[in-house]
Each structure stands twice: as structure tokens, then as C-alpha cells.
């Protein structure tokens, strides 16, 4: 798998275009994001270029909510361990920064609600 090798979901086989904006780019209003899972449970409601699953390529038209769950838990891991990278590095934060964790903030929050929705 490389960044030159077409990307096709290995699900529905379409293509993912190559000219999608990177998943964070057009994010403008983070705080607009609503903080509810949607109804079948996936945590992942923005659209997204493509996931890895397994090593396969996913489009965001068939992740299943299972899956976005594991991959909004990894993503929020991933985010913990490189801020504590660079805090151990004494690099300063930058905006770009804000948007990710305020992102990791919205995930955590969904899956918070569906934790709860479970136990009632
Ligand atoms: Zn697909």
C-alpha cells in the first residue's frame, strides 16, 4: 500500500478519489460538530476520505459503526501518545494541534454517550 496506488474501497470496489480534501482539511466550525453518535452508533459521522481496516481501504459508505468505534478509540490513542511525544520534546503546540485534539475531544464525547446509551 502506497500514497501512488490508486485507493479503491475493498468493499463497494469504488474508487476513492484522489482529490478529496484530507480529513481535517474544510473542518472549519469543530465546535459545530454534534457531540451524539448517529443512530446505528457510528462515532465517525464526518465524511472521510478513506479508512484502513484490516490493511484494506474502506469508504466512509461502508465502515461499519463497530469499526468506526475502534478507529475514533485508535485515533484518540494515537493523538495522546504524539502530544506526549512532542510535550517530551518541548515542542510547543500549534493550531493545527487545537484541531486534532478538539476533534479527539468530539470523538471521545460520542463514545462517552454511546457507553451511556448502552447502560440504559
Ligand atoms: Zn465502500
Same mark, same amino acid.
Given at each position: 500500500?502506497?500514497?501512488?496506488?490508486?485507493?479503491?474501497?475493498?468493499?463497494?470496489?469504488? #474508487?476513492i478519489?484522489?482529490?478529496?480534501?484530507?480529513?481535517?482539511? #474544510?473542518?472549519?466550525?469543530?465546535q459545530?460538530?454534534?457531540?451524539?453518535?448517529? +443512530?446505528? #452508533?457510528?462515532? $465517525?459521522? %464526518?465524511?472521510?476520505?478513506?479508512?484502513?481496516?484490516?490493511g484494506?481501504?474502506?469508504?466512509?459508505?461502508?465502515?461499519?459503526?463497530? %469499526?468506526?468505534? %475502534?478507529?475514533?478509540?485508535?485515533?484518540?490513542?494515537? $493523538?495522546r501518545?504524539?502530544?506526549?511525544?512532542?510535550?517530551?520534546?518541548?515542542? +510547543?503546540?500549534?493550531?493545527? %494541534?487545537?484541531?486534532?485534539?478538539?476533534?479527539?475531544?468530539? $470523538?471521545?464525547?460520542?463514545?462517552?454517550?454511546?457507553? #451511556?446509551?448502552?447502560?440504559?
Open positions: 500500500m502506497t500514497d501512488n496506488e490508486p485507493k479503491v474501497c475493498s468493499r463497494c470496489g469504488s #474508487g478519489a484522489s482529490d478529496w480534501p484530507s480529513p481535517f482539511e #474544510g473542518w472549519h466550525a469543530i459545530d460538530l454534534p457531540d451524539d453518535p448517529d +443512530d446505528a #452508533g457510528g462515532v $465517525l459521522r %464526518e465524511r472521510f476520505q478513506f479508512a484502513v481496516v484490516e484494506d481501504y474502506v469508504c466512509s459508505d461502508c465502515i461499519s459503526p463497530e %469499526e468506526q468505534r %475502534e478507529l475514533a478509540g485508535r485515533y484518540i490513542e494515537l $493523538l501518545e504524539a502530544l506526549a511525544q512532542r510535550e517530551a520534546a518541548g515542542i +510547543d503546540p500549534d493550531w493545527s %494541534e487545537g484541531t486534532l485534539i478538539s476533534y479527539a475531544q468530539v $470523538l471521545q464525547e460520542r463514545l462517552d454517550r454511546l457507553a #451511556g446509551r448502552d447502560d440504559g
